[in-house]
């Protein structure tokens, strides 16, 4: 049987399970509300990142994976990525001998799969540093998966290693848009469900081939928008449960939505246009995305009219186009929840309450952490003030680009090495 919510006095000084059971039974919404009449300095005590002990926790992770490094595994690339990028976003470094093995370790499974290649070199790029880098042998896949999810982790990879070329995108731009549902996010496949993980998959894939404007991106925006709950963290589709790993699926699609708003309002002017000209058929078209609509011709910056050389620097354009916005979802509540809700007080994050912490769960809560506290900011890195940061500044972790998720410094490290290339 349910028992009744905590008083505010109850709540001020509660074991972390006495917490997690009552998030739980409030459906987390109470917690949120109840958590106002907190006084901020116990506010700011419960929202802490707690990064000596998520360090822990990660470290421990990565050790056990160090310690059978000789068997490959296919999930074994991306718990090192799940980890090692987790460590990036609290600001801190692995151990040179744990950092020799994990490259050794990744070069060994150079193997061709997309999604763990996509692991690997993400990986190999947080550790930066020549070893790490020239030990990327840039290969290339053919078939595979046929997904949004293997779209991008094929573009992702070739744009981050400076090999992206017309045959590489051939037909991609085509196959994300049939993926564009009803609702206004993207599915895996055609015909299937919306869901934020292939939402932000085929979102970042259509920037980086600069066909983002094919895309119905204001019912996109709609769509992921409404995905943030009254929980304040996102769900991944319609009618399911908020989860810690869509503050970055749906909240970084935002966060890449938040940088196409000159499309989005000549996408939207164009629709109002229509519906005053009642050109009903056109109209259909152009938002299922069958359209040869002008509003398929808007330029925007990092999106291509059509393939010119210029494609390769799409993701590097986006950060350095970057201008001073506000974020497009709740950017406080969602911290709120990651640290409220999702955030082990023993290290670690995880789906919600009431769930185990895991390395995927804390690698994707921490990039959507990263996400929010970055997301008025006036350049991609510039430190954003406090009173957009959730609990105390110190919470404050590395900034992402967020087309690749890796950290800047790092991203900007591999850049420079591949264009040199
Ligand atoms: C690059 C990369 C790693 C991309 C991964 C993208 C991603 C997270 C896809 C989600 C896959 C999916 C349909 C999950 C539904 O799980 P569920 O039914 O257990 O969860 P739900 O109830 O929240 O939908
Ligand atoms: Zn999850």
């Not at 935002?254 to 009903?280: G, K, Y």
Request: glycine fraction near 8%; charged fraction near 20%; aromatic fraction near 10%.
């Amino acid at each position: 049987m349910a028992t009744s919510p905590p008083t505010a006095t109850e709540a001020l000084s509660p074991t972390v399970s006495q917490r997690d059971q009552w998030i739980v039974e409030s459906q987390v919404f109470e917690i949120y509300q109840l958590f106002a009449t907190i006084p901020p300095n116990a506010q700011s005590i419960m929202l802490e990142v707690q990064r000596d002990k998520h360090i822990e926790y990660l470290s421990k992770g990565l050790r056990h994976l160090g310690s059978n490094f000789s068997v490959l595994d296919a999930n074994r690339p991306w718990l090192c990525y799940w980890i090692i990028h987790s460590i990036a976003l609290l600001g801190e470094f692995i151990d040179d001998e744990l950092e020799d093995n994990t490259i050794d370790f990744l070069n060994r499974c150079q193997m061709p799969h997309l999604a763990t290649t996509y692991a690997a070199v993400n990986t190999l790029i947080t550790l930066g540093g020549d070893k790490a880098l020239a030990s990327i042998n840039r290969w290339m896949h053919v078939e595979g998966e046929i997904d949004a999810r293997a779209c991008y982790t094929a573009i992702s990879v070739a744009s981050v290693l400076n090999i992206l070329d017309e045959e590489l995108i051939k037909n991609v731009g085509d196959f994300i848009l049939s993926c564009q549902t009803y609702e206004g996010g993207i599915a895996g496949e055609p015909g299937s469900e919306a869901h934020g993980g292939y939402t932000f998959c085929g979102l970042a894939a259509m920037i980086l081939i600069g066909e983002a404007n094919r895309l119905d991106l204001p019912r996109l925006l709609d769509w992921v928008v409404f995905r943030q709950g009254k929980e304040c963290g996102f769900q991944g589709r319609t009618n399911k449960l908020v989860d810690g790993c869509y503050s970055f699926w749906q909240g970084g699609a935002v966060a890449l939505l938040q940088r196409l708003h000159s499309i989005i309002d000549a996408q939207m002017a164009e629709a109002s246009q229509f519906s005053t000209i009642s050109d009903a058929l056109e109209e259909k078209e152009s938002l299922a995305g069958t359209s040869s609509h002008a509003s398929c011709r808007i330029k925007h910056e990092g999106v291509n009219e059509s393939h010119s050389p210029d494609f390769k620097n799409i993701g590097y354009n986006f950060i350095n186009e970057w201008r001073a916005s506000e974020p497009l979802f709740h950017s406080m509540a969602l911290q709120q929840y990651i640290l409220l809700c999702a955030q082990e007080q023993d290290g670690g994050l995880r789906d919600k309450p009431g769930k185990r912490r895991d390395h995927y769960h804390s690698c994707y809560c921490l990039s959507g952490l990263s996400i929010c506290q970055y997301s008025w900011s006036k350049r991609p890195d510039s430190p954003p003030l406090p009173k957009v940061v959730m609990g105390p500044y110190s919470n404050l972790l590395e900034p992402i680009h967020p087309l690749f998720n890796v950290v800047l410094e790092q991203y900007r490290e591999a850049r420079e090495f591949f264009a040199g290339l």
